[in-house]
Every structure is written in C-alpha cells, then in structure tokens.
C-alpha cells in the first residue's frame, strides 16, 4: 500500500503571515482556531494542504522543492502579476517567445515557486 501526502510543510520565521499570504495564493483558509503566534498553521485549499511550522533557522540556500502554480480562471502572466501584487516577487522569469515556459517567483520569506501557464492556454497552442 502507498502513503498519502498529508502536508506540504514550510518551515519558516512567521507562519501566520506566510499561511495568510498562502491562503490567498490558493484561495484557501486558514486552519480553525488558527492565529498569529501559532508556532504552526494550516492552511486547506481545494487542490492541496499545506503547513507553516515556526523554526530557528533562516532560509540561506535555494529550495530542494518548490510548488508549480497551474492558474484556474486566469492567464499565467495575469497570475504572476495577483501574486505579485500579494508580495511576490520575480525571481527569474523563463517564459519563452511561443508563449511556453514558466517564471519563478518567492513568496514574503524568500521561497521559491513557479506559475505555468493555465490549461486553456495550454489547449490553445496545442
């Protein structure tokens, strides 16, 4: 028998303010009960769940995992510009000519994730 995933866990300095900026790339809520200071926090969403647990140790290297963000009613650019407004920032921007590829951006404490594009827009240039 497999395992299921239950989690994707972040560790991180402030995990309300990371869940509440993770709650709102992914149009989810935060766990009940759930409030700043919580030394962890949960997040649920329709496609994942994900948890912010408070450590120590800063981020100093690049991530050995990242999410890639599929957006759901909206271009990939048009995400990449919501998320950015909800304080991410470009990280490396890898979207080609023919209109494929996928920028990088980080979330407010440094971690990396990418926005592809939506799957209309997949569709239209198959």
Excluded: Y
């Excluded at 995990?15 to 809520?29: K, R, T």
């Excluded at 962890?40 to 408070?54: D, H, K, M, P, Q």
């Excluded at 950015?84 to 890898?94: M, P, R, S, V």
């Excluded at 080609?96 to 990088?104: E, F, L």
Aim: contains cysteine.
């Amino acid at each position: 028998m497999a395992s299921l995933v239950q989690h994707v866990t972040f560790d991180c300095a402030d995990p309300h303010s990371l869940a509440v900026f993770w709650a709102e790339v992914v149009d989810g809520a935060l766990g009940e009960g759930d409030v700043p200071g919580d030394p962890e926090i949960e997040v649920n969403s329709e496609g994942v769940s994900l948890l912010f647990i408070r450590v120590e140790e800063g981020k100093e290297v690049k991530n050995r995992l990242h999410l890639d963000l599929v957006p759901k009613d909206r271009t990939r650019d048009e995400e990449v510009e919501r998320l950015i407004g909800l304080g991410a920032k470009k990280f490396e921007d890898h979207r080609r000519p023919d209109g494929a590829g996928w920028v990088t951006l980080t979330d407010i404490e440094g971690n990396e994730f990418c926005v592809v594009r939506s799957a209309a827009e997949r569709a239209a240039t198959a």
